[in-house]
């Protein structure tokens, strides 16, 4: 039990978890009642699962999915990928006009869903053939589908925002009869259990923290560093085209100027509070994981608290630097000598992590 | 070091020909700046008109100062190996802020000055000191910053806001008056050109941080952290002040640049310099300066912000009116820029092509 604290304490998901109880208790003291999930019926006529946990799970699906990919881009390629909004709107484009083309059918969605994958993992190889081959700086590579990505969204549109108006669609976007949980947490679920199996059956997880940690030994090891990077793109690829299909199931229609907006920059500091470096290397899933739902959290409470939706960034702000400055690796040794002192120990040689 | 040298053997008798070669600063100086003349001069001959009117050449600088500024800034930013997404957010803090305090609170126009460079101080000081102390990766704490700025925005007036200030409006519409330049109206009348003071005031910007990267101590600090992190220390260079002195800098140059803005426009508004920090990074790109460090130039950075206006010009004139190929086009333009730099220097690094300077240029490539 005490090795087990310990174990947290001494792991980089110690911050996350912090700052997800403070989230809680915080919201605790304020309203009691703010944790309730009640069970409603919608105006389909079916049961459903109500109240703000949901509300946080649901809304941070996007997200969640988007941190995962940026997770393994961010271990591997040592950088960023701000291109995700972009290509999350591409990609929910295609699918628009996919199912406008014709009548939605089951297979209809799914051939469609295959094909803003396929359209996401060439956009995701964009990326990371400027990442791996011509060794450019991956949030400058990413920079140019980010200036243009949303104009193609555009143009693919033909300059308007269509809709698709289908039970089917809509079902995705939020509940599919008889299922009390939201679709789109269903999604996460999945889709994390898959990436989770392929960690666990395939070296992909090793390979891409010995390519981010030092590239050179890892081609001398005889990994292929550029595939490993360039794979890790594609499969950031996949996670927006998911993302880009459950936001636009969402609300029924594209808009390329609004679709998931800034959520590059939450995906990234998903990535950060999870306690991941952003210089690549080693990585945990479940801290992104995290990150993305403190960050959902931290608005959800914030809207609760009737800030304006405008004002909500700069008190997120506050947050999340206070988050990250207890994480940063000066404050931890200060707090490391801090402890000893106070437990009176003889004072040790801090641990270079 | 090398100047040096170079002058012990000009007082000696010149023994044989040095060939010199190009530093990668220079060399992706000249590329941006042959561009952009290469694509002024283009337009002017295709489309003449406008392109051909001095006006529209000074407007350039009249509606881009402020993106000048900033470019600067991050220039310096990214020099030193980090970087600073927050330029934007203060620009509209700093318009805002302004506006109000010059209507609502009666406030003179050198105290709005004032509270301009103190925003983009207080930005400066907090994330410079977060980064270069406490060493957060910088791009987490402009992130926040951006976001903070962009949210006290809002919190400070929702609405747009148009400045009444008198005093302040006199100077908004001053110009600079050009009596010798111009071109004619339909009717025959002489139009002498317009410049705007911010201009002056950005170019002189540029010169000093010109002035300041290449001759003092803490611009040579810069370029030997951002060039290797690990020797710049052995050196004994005091990394940590110099990365907070660069943050700082940027910092003021964002408050300078959104006094500049609000003198363009005379408005305050959350929506102001939207994405100007990504457009700041791609010119500061554009004119030669690698993330990663160590290579860049400001003057680089004054053509890449021109060469990255001049081109959604010219997309306009070309026909192409639909608003989505000017982004499309900067992208591709970034697109262009990013590879070229990636290819010359990999084929630097192996040292296939080595490129010489030409002789009235050779004194001035002192600086690697």
Redesign the interface.
Known sequence: MINGIKKIARSQLLVPIIALLALIIFNLFRDINFFTISLITNNEGNQVLSGNIISILTGASELAILAIGMTLVTAAARG?DISVGAAAAIAGSVFVNILRSTQITPGVIIGAFVACCLVAILFGMFNGT?VAI????P???S??????????A??ING?ASPTVESPLISHLGSFIPGIPIPTPVLVVIVFCIIVALILRFTNLGLYTQSVGINERSARLNGINSVWIKMLTFMFLGVCCAIAGVIAVSRIGLINHETILLDIE?DA??AV?IGGNS??GGKFSLIGSLMGAYIIQALTITLYAMQV?S?????????V??AI??LG????KRYAAQLRDKLAKKPMKVTENY | MTSKLDKNKSTGIETKKRREPISSTNLLLTITICTFIGMYGFAMLMWGGGFLNPQQFFDLFNNNAYLIVISCGLTIVMIAGGIDLSVGGVIALVTMVCVVYLDDKGGSVVGSMAVALGIGLAFGLIQGALVAYLEIQPFIISLAGMFFAKGMTTIVSSVPRTSGNEAFLVLKDFRIVLQNVGSYAKNGNFIPAKIEPGVFVALGIVFIIFVVLRWTRFGRNLYAIGGNHQSALMLGINIKRTKFFSYLLCGILSGIAGYLYLLHTGAGNVSNATAAEMQAIASSIIGGTLLTGGVGNVIGTLFGALSLKTINTIVVASGLREPYWQSITTGLMLCFFILLQSVILSIRERGGVKMVMPKWLRRSSSDK
């Open positions: 960023q400027l011509f060794k450019i700086q949030m400058i590579a920079l140019i589908l980010f200036t243009s990505g949303r104009s193609v555009y143009w300059g920059m990234i500091l950060a952003l210089g304006p405008t004002d909500v960034k700069a008190y997120k702000a506050i999340i630097i990250v400055v940063s690796p000066i404050v």
